[in-house]
């Protein structure tokens, strides 16, 4: 049940280096496609000072949006885990920056359905659909003929495949659309203090 008097209730992070117009596209995508109470930042990992300022033009007028920047170019991972840590929201959606939310539906208020299967979804992912109508992501799993390796399901699928259209438990997430319950973050984090390394875990999510 989301609580329109909590705001924000999902954290949108944002990460970018380099990148102006597939960056607004994006942010203003969310806002147009969504009423749950929420705020993006764009976390700029290190951009020349010539992008900074045109990202601080563009976003200055887009609502729910804050630009977070940082002098350190640190690489994805990093540039994502110091901005995670100052998150308060009970949802945390990390978003490739290419991304752009579409009109069918309100994408965060079907990611936070997902929760409901059950106490033990920390994460939830969605469908992801190349320009052309194609599924890019629908799940995914290991790949049959090399174990080691994950692939997508559907990839190159229309994107109304009906079985793409199912929610069903995986054995990971893409990062590129990716809905983590703060409380899970924090248990990881935790773990990762404890034995002095980062973890290599997995979640069951939901699509």
């Known amino acids: 049940m989301i609580n329109e008097n909590t705001k924000p209730f999902v954290e949108v992070l944002l990460p970018t280096w380099h990148q102006i117009d597939i960056v607004i596209n994006c942010v203003k995508s969310i806002e147009a496609n969504t009423v749950v109470p929420h705020m993006t930042y764009v976390v700029d990992d290190g951009s020349a000072k010539h992008i900074v300022t045109q990202l601080i033009t563009k976003l200055k007028d887009v609502p729910n949006t804050e630009l977070v920047t940082y002098d350190e170019n640190v690489g994805f991972g990093k540039n994502i885990n110091r901005q995670w840590e100052k ?59 090399h174990p080691h390796w994950f692939d997508h399901h559907f990839r190159n699928f229309p994107g109304d495949h009906p079985d793409a259209n199912q929610s069903k438990q995986l054995v990971c997430n893409t990062g590129a659309c990716m809905m983590v319950k703060r409380e899970v973050n924090e248990a990881i984090r935790s773990e990762e203090r404890r034995v002095g390394k980062e973890c290599r875990s997995r979640w069951s999510p939901y699509h």
Not at 97 to 109: C, G, I, S, V, Y
Not at 128 to 137: D, E, H, K, S, V
Request: aromatic share 10%; charged share 20%.
């Open 87 to 145: 998150c308060t929201a009970p949802y945390v959606l990390l978003l490739n920056n290419d991304t752009k939310a579409t009109e069918e539906n309100d994408f965060l208020a079907e990611m936070i359905k997902g929760f409901d299967a059950g106490e033990n979804v920390g994460i939830v992912g969605a469908k992801l659909l190349y320009p052309n109508g194609t599924i890019q992501y629908a799940g995914m799993g290991r790949n049959v003929f």
